[in-house]
Every structure is written in structure tokens, then in C-alpha cells.
């Protein structure tokens, strides 16, 4: 089937219900797109579909006939995903990474449709986990892109205290947890399921 990309036409040869990420990652090469929890939980595989946001790992490729997909990697090349990589770096966003490629896409699909977003807007709109918790740079980052002062970045309160169990275990660090052994087996098994197939097909 045919993909259309970055504004570029891919001819792919992935089943139609692979999901996209993998069609993005390991067909096409483009790594820029990160894997999290394969749950479309974390938000690190978001990518823009029609101007939207998507989360890839559990979208089939066979779904984006017909769609335009755009990735980490042309980002800068429009002109408001731009803004939003200098404001990124101007805020020093980013520590190991890794889930920053998934909210540059969310805030850039959220600042094309509202050019100064609110509080609430930006509340709701930028939901993507970020373990190293750099939730108030983003913030932070976000305000100077919709032209708000908002809270003070180091005064703004990002997230409400977890919740623990028993003996003092943090409950959202064990779901965390247990969502990215859940999303790590899968991975696992669609691979293997992969590498079946195309030992069936050189039989």
C-alpha cells in the first residue's frame, strides 16, 4: 500500500493491521518516533494524522490509506512545530528525551487549531507522561509560545501527590510499571509473530 509521510509518498510492504509505529521505526527508518508502552498510554509514539494527534503503537498501518502522517523529523519544517522546537530549547525542555519527540507533535497539533491556548487548553492537550518530570518546563515552554505568563514555571504544580499502598508503595509507580511490562511482552510477541511469518514465506 502506499504511505503518505512528511508529504512524501512510501510504498510499504507491511501487513495492513502492523502498527504504525513499526511501519514509521523499522520499515521506513525513521527512529525519531519512540516506543513506550505500546498501550497508547505514554504518549512518546505521537505523531500528527490530518493535523491530529495519533498515538502509533496501536494504530494499524492499513487505517492510514489516504491520510496524511507527519512525523518528528519535518517538524521544523512547519513553521508553528518550528516555534515549538526554539521554545523547547529556550526552556532547556528536555533531559533524557526520550518522550520529548511525542510532546513536540502534541503541542505543535495543539497550536495550530488554538494559536493562544488557555490553561485548561494546555491542561488537556499535553497529557503525555514524561518520566523525567519536566512537566513545568513544558509548561513553561507553552506559555511563551501562546504569548500567556500563566503560573510561575517553578511554582506551578504539576501533578497531584500518588497515591501510596501499603508500607508506603507508591500505586502509580507499580501501574507504571506493570503498563510498560505489558506493552514490553507485546512488542516481544509481535515481533516474534513477525519473524514467524517470514520464516513460513523463505519456506
Known amino acids: 500500500m502506499e504511505l503518505q509521510i512528511n508529504d512524501k509518498t512510501y510504498q510499504i510492504t507491511s501487513d495492513a493491521d502492523t502498527p504504525l509505529l513499526w511501519v514509521i521505526r523499522d520499515e521506513l527508518g ?4 519512540k516506543y513506550g508502552c505500546g498501550l497508547a498510554q505514554c504518549g512518546a509514539c505521537s505523531v500528527l494524522v490530518d493535523g491530529e494527534v495519533l498515538r502509533s503503537c496501536v494504530m494499524p498501518v492499513g487505517a492510514m490509506a489516504g491520510r496524511k502522517v507527519s512525523t518528528i523529523e519535518a517538524v521544523s519544517a512547519d513553521p508553528v512545530g518550528k516555534q515549538v522546537v526554539d521554545a523547547w530549547v529556550k526552556h532547556q525542555v528536555p533531559q533524557c528525551g526520550y518522550c520529548q519527540s511525542g510532546q513536540v507533535m502534541a503541542a505543535t497539533a ?12 494546555i491542561a488537556a492537550a499535553m497529557v503525555n507522561l514524561c518520566r523525567c518530570g519536566t512537566y513545568n518546563a513544558i509548561k513553561a515552554a507553552m ?14 504544580s504539576t501533578l497531584p501527590a500518588a497515591p501510596s499502598g501499603p508500607a508506603g508503595v507508591n500505586q502509580t509507580t507499580v501501574a507504571a510499571a ?22 513460513k514465506e523463505q519456506a
Do not use: C, F, N, Y
Open 30 to 33: 525513521m527512529t525519531g518516533t
Open 143 to 156: 506559555h511563551d509560545l501562546s504569548g500567556s505568563k500563566g503560573a510561575p514555571a517553578a511554582a506551578a
Open 178 to 199: 506493570a503498563v510498560a511490562g505489558i506493552g514490553a511482552v507485546a512488542a516481544i510477541q509481535w515481533s516474534r509473530t513477525q519473524k514467524a511469518k517470514a520464516g
Open 110 to 121: 495543539l497550536l495550530k487549531q488554538v494559536a493562544q491556548p488557555s490553561d485548561e487548553q
